[in-house]
């Protein structure tokens, strides 16, 4: 079973850092893309960062470049996302992506964390 499980949302004040971590099980974590996207009600959940099975690669939403980074550890099973500079705009529920995982059916599917919150605010 493929599991998910985020953790190190909370509150925070315009300026601050966080960092959020995604501990991964069930699937082949070392030979997967990861990607954290973002969501706010009445709005598209959102990609914010994603990043290759090595670690080679990376890459991000525009409102968020030379603010956030991506990382993994394969050994860990962990995909982080360092946050710094926030802002209110980027209060969202946080999730944790594994896109594109092969199924025993055949097919693929996208699978996603529970979310954890940010809050950004004065």
């Known amino acids: ?14 300026g601050g ?12 974590f070392s030979r997967s893309t990861m990607t954290w996207h973002r969501q706010v009600p009445g709005k598209e959940r959102e990609l914010v960062a994603g990043i ?3 670690g080679d690669m990376t890459r991000y ?17 962990t995909v982080y996302l360092q946050m710094n500079n926030l ?10 992506g594994a896109p594109n ?3 025993p059916s055949g097919g693929y599917l996208d699978f996603w964390g529970q979310g954890t919150l940010v809050t950004v605010s004065s």
């Open 52 to 54: 290759t099975d090595s």
């Open 1 to 14: 079973e493929v599991q998910l499980r985020e953790s190190g949302g909370g509150s925070v004040q315009p």
């Open 17 to 28: 850092s966080l960092i959020l971590s995604c501990a991964a099980s069930g699937f082949a």
């Open 61 to 77: 939403a525009d409102s968020v470049k030379g603010r956030f980074t991506i990382s993994r550890n394969n050994v860990k099973n």
């Open 101 to 103: 995982l092969p199924v």
């Open 87 to 96: 802002k209110p705009e980027d209060t969202a529920v946080y999730y944790c």
